[in-house]
């Protein structure tokens, strides 16, 4: 088993409830793994925001950090998360 | 030249030493070059401001550009460049403000103002319409920004003019002070110093006209497009018009890159449960501001309804100056962040380069560099927000440590000496923004090569800050290829928002992939003067090769183009990022990378003959070329 620990804001932290969440999951588990099991417990809500309900991709304004890389630049959605892995939700952003 | 639409065709010009007051034409091959806004800015300064004038002498100029869409109807463009040479970096100094000056400036029919010379005594000058006084400021001397501008609205009896100032900061010449406009800063490079040395406390302006259109058809499908775009925007309505700015600094944590402690504690000092986005809208929003015609509203209005900073409302405070009063100071405590905002605003003062500076003399006494009788008394600790605040103060007014902590970090450090050289965060002189380049190599890359020193906003990486894949996505870590990208985010920045000029932000959220094309049709339907996109981003190109030649002119070269020790010699202390430098290796590779996109010589960083002449300026590569003989 490895326990990880998911990070959101705004509106997605609303749904989930904190800002900093523990997770324990099965040794092996991807990013998808891992985003079924949220949809599991948060449900529509949560997973309305994070995927595209017309390509069952991920919303192509969003982005998932495993230790602060971009899932794009690591496995995309098959991403092994690993004991002690933060995994960080982003909407999108800007100004600054 | 009679321009259709778009310009108003002309410049104003007043010397104050003299107290001449003349219009001229606005030059049409200047227009088509230079777009508007810091592009026509930059060319007069390269053209009428020699090489090692005294910014703060009177043959500095400070020149407020607008562009040919300020004052249309489309939103989000009414914005002005305020341009001189910096007393702060010595460079090109530039910095855009936004509000309602701008368009009333464009109203009273001008597409810009230049201030010559120096007055005798305290002066403010009154433009309304065609007819333009320089009056007596004596009377407003030493008074804060916000009611200098009622002052002057009451005293030329015209409560519609918008009014540009300065506060106590800009007279007593702060090397980073600004000029104030309401609530909206030309914040950065020290131009209200500049304003200050010229003894001009303000610009009052009121105007009638209105900014023709040539093709209002056109205009008008632009203008769908916009709003449509706008409208598509996954975060722009949803959520930046209800959190502002502020909201990057969750983003900012998240990807480790929140600069903290003078950047000595990025990933390790990061509260974002008391000072990030959701904070300051949760418990100190009372409501929005916005520029002029703008639907997003974005300026959140905060109020500190009790405790030691009790009534303390400001207009932001923004992500830069969470940064700056919060994380750079190790301050936790969002009123005095909200507290130190109002006060910058008041006495007008760059919020970044204040907080930056502060932060270093915080370290500095941490590190018993300064000691406490240097420092008047102050126990100036990280963390101590109250000793922050009153160094606000001491800044504005130059009292005791004050006055050296005005010059900014890398003039105190040359004078402290003693090793201090290695906390001053900033590049060419300019205080660092902040996001942790070590964490975003392109932006990094950008505060190293912008004309205008360590600045965050000339070329904005979006696709390592905001992930956007435009042009194309790029993984923030990586090295290779990012001399290309930030050529690409410097030279379309520029043309679309300090030059049409157009609103960073809407571009970021809500236009980017169609920028180019987008302010190409607006520029041509208000003007008349067909654009390509392509030649939309050659403007961009044009203006950064100016600036350049001016920073060369002045004695920059590659040498400078680089980043503080921190940077490159000590790692991300912690939080996911932990361990990422960029060490001179890795600089002299973009480096390398960037001036050969650049057409630039690689020793020298200095733009090529071949480049400025294809780009039209002859004229700068034949006096490049005089500097370069012996």
Known sequence: MITVRVRSMFDIKEVIGARDLSLVLDEGTTVRGLLYRLFERYGVKLREKIMDSNTGNMHSHFTILVDGRNINYLNGMKTKLLDGSVISFLPSAGGG | ?630
């Open chain 2, 1 to 630: 030249m009679v321009f259709n639409g778009g310009y108003m065709g002309q410049i104003l010009r007043v010397d104050l030493t003299t107290k001449k007051i003349s219009k001229e034409e606005l030059d049409e091959k200047s227009a088509q070059m230079f777009i508007g806004g810091a592009g026509v800015g930059i060319e007069f300064l390269y053209n009428e401001v020699k090489p090692k004038v005294d910014p703060l002498g009177p043959e500095n100029k400070l020149i407020f550009s607008v562009g040919p869409l300020v004052g249309s109807m489309a939103p989000c463009c009414h914005r002005m460049a305020v341009v001189a040479k910096s007393p702060l970096t010595n460079t090109v100094g530039m910095a855009l403000s936004g509000g309602d000056f701008p368009a009333e400036l464009k109203f009273a029919g001008y597409d810009a103002l230049i201030v010559e010379g120096e007055a005798k005594n305290q002066v403010y000058i009154w433009i309304h319409d065609g007819e333009i006084e320089i009056r007596d400021a004596t009377g407003f001397w030493g008074v804060q920004t916000l009611d200098t501008q009622l002052f002057i609205k009451d005293a030329i009896n015209e409560p519609r003019a918008k009014v540009a100032c300065i506060g106590p900061a800009g007279e007593k010449m702060v090397r980073y002070a600004c000029i104030i406009n309401e609530r909206r800063a030309a914040g950065r490079m020290g131009l209200g110093a500049v304003m200050g040395s010229k003894k001009l406390k303000a610009i009052a302006v009121r105007g009638t006209n209105k900014v023709k259109c040539t093709d209002e058809t056109k205009f008008k499908e632009a203008l769908r497009e916009l709003y449509d775009a706008m409208k598509e925007s996954p975060v722009l309505y949803p959520a930046f018009s209800k959190l502002g700015t502020a909201m990057v600094v969750e983003r900012a944590i998240e990807l480790g890159i929140f600069a903290a402690k003078n950047w000595s504690a990025t990933g390790v000092f990061a509260p974002v449960e008391s000072i990030g986005g959701e904070a300051q809208e949760k418990y100190y929003t009372i409501g929005r501001g916005a520029c002029y015609q703008c639907p997003v509203r974005c300026g959140q209005r905060r109020y500190v309804k009790s405790g030691p900073y009790a009534g303390f409302i400001t207009e932001g405070p923004e992500f830069e100056t969470t940064y700056s009063f919060g994380s750079m100071t190790c301050n936790n405590y969002l009123p005095a962040i909200i507290a130190a905002d109002r006060l910058c605003d008041e006495y007008g003062l760059d919020t970044i380069s204040t907080g930056v500076v502060i932060a270093f003399a915080m370290e500095l006494y941490e590190q018993g560099i300064l000691s406490r009788e240097e420092l008047d008394g102050l126990d100036l600790r990280f963390g101590d927000h109250e000793a922050m605040i009153e160094m606000v103060r001491r800044i504005a007014y130059r009292e005791g440590i004050g006055d050296l902590l005005a010059e900014g970090t890398k003039r105190a450090a040359e004078i402290i000496g003693k090793g201090s050289e290695r906390y001053a965060m900033h590049i060419k002189g300019l205080e660092l923004p902040g996001y942790d380049v070590r964490g975003a190599k392109a932006h990094g890359l950008s505060y190293a090569t912008a004309y205008t020193g360590g600045d965050h906003g000339r070329g904005y990486a979006i696709q390592e800050i905001f992930d956007t894949p435009v042009p194309y996505s790029v993984d923030r870590l990586a090295i290779e290829g990012k001399g290309k990208l930030c050529k690409w985010n410097q030279d379309v920045r520029t043309s679309v928002c300090d030059c049409m000029p157009f609103c960073a932000f809407v571009f970021d959220m809500a236009i980017a992939e169609i920028a180019l094309e987008l302010l190409s049709k607006f520029y041509g339907s208000l003007t008349g003067f067909n654009i390509t996109p392509e030649e939309v981003e050659k403007a961009g190109e044009r203006v950064n090769n100016i600036a350049r030649a001016f920073n060369v002119r002045e004695g920059f070269s590659r040498v400078d183009d680089t980043f503080p020790k921190r940077i490159m010699e000590e790692p991300i202390p912690g939080g996911p990022l932990k361990g990422q430098i960029i060490n001179t290796g890795q600089l002299n590779k973009m480096l390398d990378e960037y001036y050969e996109v650049r057409g630039w010589d690689k020793r020298t960083g200095a733009p090529s003959r071949k480049k400025l002449e294809e780009l039209g300026l002859k004229h700068v590569a034949d006096e490049l070329a005089r500097l370069r003989k012996p």
